[in-house]
């Protein structure tokens, strides 16, 4: 089933079995109609930080600490909200 869809017959066993058509097609006029558009967000490098943090640790285990602050780079991921 697809996401957000109505389950055959919820619809007309609420007593809106006119409206089950609507609610499983909303109208097409052009524009998008999700209040809530894809939003402009960062894109951490979750990954990377991972990895460096695994080779961190074994390194800190293998007594070879490397205090201080590691950074990854992260990327801006603009999306139809700005």
Known sequence: MTP????RGAAHRAGR???????ARPPV?????????PLTTIDMNLAEIGRIAALRLLD???TRPAPGV???PCRLVVRESS
């Open 4 to 7: 957000g869809a109505i389950p």
């Open 17 to 23: 079995h006119g409206e089950q058509r609507w609610l």
């Open 29 to 37: 006029t052009g524009r998008r109609t999700d209040p809530r558009p």
């Open 60 to 62: 800190a285990i293998d």
């Open 70 to 72: 590691h950074t990854v």
